[in-house]
């Protein structure tokens, strides 16, 4: 299992911007899938973006939901083990609870079996 420390969240009135970040500390392997869910009051968990830290690529190696494409932008920095979560134009129904969480297989149902972390909250009024 990996560690995974999320934060840059905040409350915001307007369109941000807001950069989430997400550490991952206890990592062994080389290469991961890493990506942001986020859940709002009373609602299921969904699928925001994802990203593969790896050099090659593969058929699933980014993914944005339709929602936050061309607002969002998920990126890395390998020297720090960090994926970040650039929030532009944000809106109102962005709001809520931001998780991150890694997986060593990258694969199309890689987040079901993901180590998480504990979150980082972002509200939008």
């Known amino acids: 299992h990996v560690q995974l420390v999320e934060s840059g969240g905040e409350s915001v009135q307007g369109a941000g911007p807001l950069r989430l970040s997400c550490v991952n500390s206890g990592g062994v392997y080389r290469s991961y899938c890493m990506g942001w869910f986020r859940q709002a009051p009373g609602k299921e968990r969904e699928k925001v973006a994802h990203l593969y830290t790896g050099e090659g690529t593969y058929r699933y190696a980014y993914y944005y939901e339709d929602s936050v494409k061309g607002r969002f932008t998920i990126s890395q920095d390998k020297t720090k083990n960090t994926v970040y979560l650039q929030m532009n134009a944000l809106k109102p129904e962005d709001t809520g609870m931001y998780y991150c969480?890694?997986?060593?297989?990258?694969?199309?149902?890689?987040?079901?079996?993901?180590?998480w972390g504990q979150g980082t909250q972002v509200t939008v009024s």
């Open positions: 969480a890694a997986n060593k297989w990258c694969d199309v149902n890689w987040y079901e079996n993901a180590d």
